[in-house]
Each structure stands twice: as structure tokens, then as C-alpha cells.
């Protein structure tokens, strides 16, 4: 199942509904002309496993880890709450376009 379209005519909150509750496995594409930004929400079986904004980075945390200067579980409790605060900003856009395209797990 492939849906797309203006968050003018569908919120990203039904659309995130809508994706839970047919337990969809794929990656939500989130797009604002007017912000210049992007989300990216990857589902697994309907439920949010990971979503990121473009203009966050993720090699920064990896190179940390790396280094040492944080502990695995630092890490993971940061990528929840950047996953979180994605899906909260995200929510809060009313102009853009949305495509979500289902993939094999």
C-alpha cells in the first residue's frame, strides 16, 4: 500500500494512525517546502522504530561512541528522545506532503 499526498488533506496525525492501525512495516516521508526540512519515520508492523529530521545528524553520535565520550545507553536514550521530538515537531506541520511506501521486513 503506497499513500501519498497534501498534509492539507490528510494530518500527519491520521496518517500515523492510519499506518498503526493496519500495522504497516515501510518509511514515511514527511516534506515542507515552506520549513525547508524533511522527516523521515521508518514503521515496523505499525509501530514508530526510528525518525529522524534532515537537518539532525547521526554520524555525530556514532563518532562519540567510537571515542568513548558516550556509553552505549547514553546513545540509545538519546535516539528515543531525538525519534520523540521528531515525531512531536513533525506533527505540528499543516502544510507539506507525506508518502509512505511499504517495504518487506
Partial sequence: MAIEGPLQELSI???LQLLDLAHKTGVLTIRS???DDEAIVH????A???AVRRRSTRRLAEILLEMGS??????ERQLRFQMEE???EVMAWDEGYFKFEERAE
Fill in 48 to 50: 514508530i522504530v526510528f
Fill in 86 to 88: 521528531t515525531i512531536y
Fill in 43 to 46: 514503521f515496523s508492523k505499525g
Fill in 33 to 35: 517546502e515552506s520549513l
Fill in 70 to 75: 558516550i556509553t552505549e545507553e547514553e546513545l
Fill in 13 to 15: 496525525q491520521d496518517v
